[in-house]
């Protein structure tokens, strides 16, 4: 039974609304849905957020918005419907684990500037080598990067940090692995993993929170870019 909506994330919320609308009322190809108002009023949620809904599935072609006649269902395909909610939940997931990326490396990279010793700072910059030489190249990386982000992880040498983003290394490793059908999606943060090995090296805790920051945020609006 359908409800209305009171939950985030809003935009598959809204997406299985009208899927289960479609289902529920049995419409076919061609059919009219209800009016954007009226759909507002049915869901509680604002005109933004049913518009931009609206957009993804036209995009999908399951929806066509008519100018002056309103919304109709242009493919009732259960199976697009379906990958896409797939997506936006992949998604949601990924934006959420870069949120927490970000409280928690911030202190780790305080940790490691300070506890990183001369030899894991020489692994780490063979590391950097390695990713740099396939930057250069036009080879893909994602190998090195997540080898050099979890061993900066392990130069903190507080177990506990190490612990807390360990446990959510399965959802990380997502994000090494071209999600969202994305085609080297984070290659534009790689000369950025250079200059954050530098500022460890220099001890220069204020750079490197800087850059790292800058990392993750890039990467970050890159994923919520992802329609």
Known sequence: MRQRI??????????????????DENLKA???LPSQSELMEMMGVSRTSLR??????EAKEVLEVKNGKGIYV??????????????????????EVMEARRILEKEI???????????ELESLGE??????????RGEKQNVEDKKFHYMIYESSHNRVMHRL?????????KLWDFPLNMKDPFTDTIPLHE???????ERDVKRALEINEHILGMMYQTIQKQK
């Open 74 to 95: 242009k493919h009732n395909d259960e199976n697009v419907l379906m990958s896409q909610l797939n997506f936006l939940e992949e998604k949601e997931s990924l934006l």
């Open 6 to 23: 009171n939950r985030t994330p809003l935009q598959s919320e809204i997406i299985k609304y009208i899927q289960e609308y479609i289902h």
């Open 127 to 136: 590391v950097v080598k390695v990713l740099m030489d396939k930057y250069h």
């Open 195 to 201: 200059e954050l090995y530098k500022a460890i090296c």
């Open 52 to 57: 931009e809904a609206i957009k993804t599935l």
């Open 165 to 173: 983003i360990l446990s959510i290394s399965r959802s990380m490793d």
């Open 109 to 119: 990279i305080k940790l490691v500037v300070k506890n990183i010793t001369d030899k």
């Open 30 to 32: 061609g059919d009219k």
